[in-house]
């Protein structure tokens, strides 16, 4: 069974930062790609990062500079380092993989940048 769990989310100020992680299991982690998406209230799941098996990675224009995001292949974990953060860099932040050509999400964490 594949399982997402993603973790690190909370209440930030403008210009501080957050480090998300997305356990997985039930899948050969190292052979996928990997992907974190985000959800404001009353917006369409739009995608944040991706990070390939080779380590390339790749960002939303409005994320570029600020969000990292990473793999570790040994604990089956994905990770993202947001800095630097802005109040509509809130929303709920998804993990994402596609197994066999089924999606695959995690619960979410929610992320909210507020004073």
């Known amino acids: 069974q594949v399982r997402l769990m993603e973790r690190g989310g909370g209440l930030v100020q403008p210009g501080g930062s957050l480090r998300l992680s997305c356990a997985t299991s039930g899948i050969n982690f190292k052979i996928h790609r990997m992907g974190w998406y985000r959800q404001a209230p009353g917006k369409e799941r739009e995608l944040v990062a991706t990070i390939e098996t080779t380590g390339s990675t790749d960002y939303a224009d409005s994320v570029k500079g600020r969000f990292t995001i990473s793999r570790d292949n040994a604990r089956s974990t994905v990770y993202l380092q947001m800095n630097s953060l802005k109040p509509e860099d809130t929303g709920r932040y998804y993990c994402?993989?596609?197994?066999?050509?089924?999606?695959?999400w995690g619960q979410g964490t929610q992320v909210t940048v507020s004073s």
């Open positions: 994402h993989v596609e197994n066999y050509r089924l999606p695959y």
